[in-house]
């Protein structure tokens, strides 16, 4: 979603809502994560003495499978995120994003926010203890004979 800042830019004191939802067929390509639910966001863009911010949270549901048991769960997650915004930069700056034609894709900012965020391991339980190595019970529900002795 596309999202005009020209008000804001030239307006302090200006701010305007954020309210978007990605659905998960939206969300297909992103490999290695399986959204369960849509991705909501909400929060405002907004000029403070000529500073342009925008401040949103999402909140969403993944289908996981535990990297360590196999078992499939679904786990909520929520984060927020906040972004100075300008008009065009002079030099490479992460900090900042650029509102090329004074617009931005908040979709795209957000899905990048987010993947950032979710751990690169994925677990049904810190304390997972996984599949036994030689015959594959999960070690969470049962116990094997294998390794005793």
Known sequence: MTINLRKIFNLPGESVPLDVSIDPSELTDIQGYNFASPVIIKGQAYNRAGIVK???????TLNIICDRCLKEFDR???????HIVVKSLTTDNDEYIVADNESIDLKEIAISDLLLQLP?????????KGLCMKCGCN???SQCDCFSS
């Open 139 to 141: 070690l969470n529900e």
């Open 54 to 60: 925008i401040k949103f949270a999402t909140e969403f």
């Open 120 to 128: 690169s391991k994925l677990l049904c339980d810190d304390n997972c």
């Open 76 to 82: 909520s997650y929520s984060y927020e995120f906040e």
